[in-house]
């Protein structure tokens, strides 16, 4: 039972269009307009891959599809943004994260979609000391005596999975 995660960075003019597309009305014609596909190593449950589709229909929508050895498995329900968080969870409960988006804030964890990482960072902070001035003890509330921070620094290391990062990279 683990978590999978894929970016899918979609150029901003090509989101607004495929978006200003699944706003509008659509022919009533049954077709795939855009697909764009990840794939995921195999974790004990076969190649998986994720087919986000942007497709005409009665109206647009975005159709997201799951493939397990090249054979549908799974899809979710029809939505009408392109751009989010689309999870699936296998029989065997791992769980597969797509991201789609233009560019994301920064780092995303690709072993598990996470955006929250452990880091480093120097702060000073207000003690206890004795009359010739050894510390004694850090004041009871260490968060609010930490004042005068620093820059966070690497490694980071995902809050979720543990996977360390180096650096903070931006998908752009
Ligand atoms: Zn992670």
Same mark, same amino acid.
């Given at each position: 039972?683990?978590?999978?995660?894929?970016?899918?960075?979609?150029?901003?003019?090509?989101?607004?269009?495929m978006q200003a597309f699944l706003d509008g009305k659509g022919d009533?014609?049954?077709n795939?307009i855009?697909?764009?596909?990840?794939?995921?190593?195999?974790?004990?449950?076969?190649?998986?891959?994720?087919?986000?589709?942007v497709c005409d229909g009665d109206t647009p929508f975005v159709?997201?599809?799951?493939?397990?050895?090249?054979?549908?498995?799974? =899809?979710?329900?029809p939505?009408d943004?392109l751009?989010?968080?689309?999870?699936?969870?296998?029989?065997?409960?791992?769980?597969?994260?797509?991201?789609?988006?233009?560019?994301?804030?920064?780092?995303?964890?690709?072993? =598990?979609?996470?955006?929250?990482?452990?880091?480093?960072?120097? =702060?000073?902070?207000?003690?206890?000391?004795?009359?010739?001035?050894?510390?004694?003890?850090?004041?009871?509330?260490?968060?609010?005596? =930490?004042?005068?921070?620093?820059?966070?620094?690497?490694?980071?290391?995902?809050?979720?999975?543990?996977?360390?990062?180096?650096?903070?990279?931006?998908?752009?």
């Amino acid at each position: 039972m683990s978590k999978h995660a894929r970016i899918i960075t979609i150029p901003r003019p090509e989101l607004e269009k495929m978006q200003a597309f699944l706003d509008g009305k659509g022919d009533g014609s049954l077709n795939t307009i855009e697909t764009y596909t990840v794939k995921f190593d195999d974790h004990g449950e076969g190649d998986v891959q994720i087919d986000v589709k942007v497709c005409d229909g009665d109206t647009p929508f975005v159709d997201v599809v799951m493939f397990q050895d090249g054979s549908e498995v799974s =899809c979710l329900e029809p939505d009408d943004t392109l751009a989010g968080k689309y999870v699936f969870q296998t029989v065997l409960k791992d769980t597969y994260i797509v991201l789609v988006g233009d560019s994301f804030p920064g780092t995303v964890c690709e072993d =598990c979609g996470n955006t929250e990482f452990y880091g480093r960072q120097k =702060c000073r902070m207000d003690v206890i000391v004795d009359g010739d001035n050894n510390w004694l003890r850090n004041t009871p509330n260490d968060d609010s005596a =930490c004042y005068d921070s620093e820059s966070p620094y690497g490694p980071y290391r995902c809050t979720e999975c543990g996977k360390e990062i180096e650096e903070m990279a931006r998908y752009t």
